[in-house]
Nanobody
Framework: QVQLVESGGGLVQPGGSLRLSCAAS????????MGWYRQAPGKQRELVAT???????NYADSVKGRFTISRDNAKNTVYLQMNSLNNEDTAVYYC?????????WGQGTQVTVSS
């Protein structure tokens, strides 16, 4: 059974930081790419950041310089360090794992930036 278990969301003040974690299990093939997407109320799900098995990263323009994605291939775990958070970062954050052309998703973790 495939599981992507996310943790680390919560409420933070503007300018604050959070670190998200996602651990994948039950995927039989090598996970080529892991990453994070987010969906704010009334908006479509959008890419935040991804990292391939070989270390290639991709960031949304809106988070460049503020967010950092990292990955532990041995543990099938991906992290997202989020700094200088602002109200526009408020969303449900979803972990994604792509293996053998299939996309797997976590349940999502809420990040709320508010004073």
């Amino acid at each position: 059974q495939v599981q992507l278990v996310e943790s680390g969301g919560g409420l933070v003040q503007p300018g604050g930081s959070l670190r998200l974690s996602c651990a994948a299990s039950g995927i039989m093939f090598r996970i080529n790419r892991m990453g994070w997407y987010r969906q704010a109320p009334g908006k479509q799900r959008e890419l935040v950041a991804t990292k391939t098995y070989d270390g290639i990263t991709n960031y949304a323009d809106s988070v460049k310089g503020r967010f950092t994605i990292s990955r532990d291939n041995a543990k099938n775990t991906v992290y997202l360090q989020m700094n200088s958070l602002n109200n526009e970062d408020t969303a449900v954050y979803y972990c994604n794992a792509r293996a053998s052309m299939y996309d797997y998703w976590g349940q999502g973790t809420q990040v709320t930036v508010s004073s």
